[in-house]
Nanobody, 116 residues
Framework: QVQLVESGGGLVQPGGSLRLSCAAS????????MTWVRQAPGKGLDWVSQ??????????SYADSVKGRFTISRDDAKNTLFLQMNSLKPEDTAMYYC???????RGQGTQVTVSS
């Protein structure tokens, strides 16, 4: 059974940083591309970043809105996906979810609020 558990969210001032984690279980994590998505209040789901598996080339990609500020990484030995978020802006406020790329299953999410 696929399980994804996000953590690391919180309240941070503009310009601050947070590091999100996603603990994965129930599938061969190292074999899958993984994605971070977010949903702001009253809005739809937005793609944030993707980390391809080592077998898939290991590349990463980012939405234009976060490029240069966010960094996705993974620890395949610990079945964990990360999202380092720097220079946070109020418009980054959202519930953040990790997911297997192309799959519908997500974790419960972790709330990120950027406000002074």
């Amino acid at each position: 059974q696929v399980q994804l558990v996000e953590s690391g969210g919180g309240l941070v001032q503009p310009g601050g940083s947070l590091r999100l984690s996603c603990a994965a279980s129930g599938f061969a994590f190292s074999n899958y591309a993984m994605t971070w998505v977010r949903q702001a209040p009253g809005k739809g789901l937005d793609w944030v970043s993707q980390s391809n598996s080592r077998g898939g080339g290991g590349s990463t990609s980012y939405a234009d809105s976060v490029k240069g500020r966010f960094t996705i990484s993974r620890d395949d030995a610990k079945n964990t996906l990360f999202l380092q978020m720097n220079s946070l802006k109020p418009e980054d406020t959202a519930m953040y979810y990790c997911a297997i790329t192309g799959a519908s299953a997500r974790g419960q999410g972790t709330q990120v609020t950027v406000s002074s």
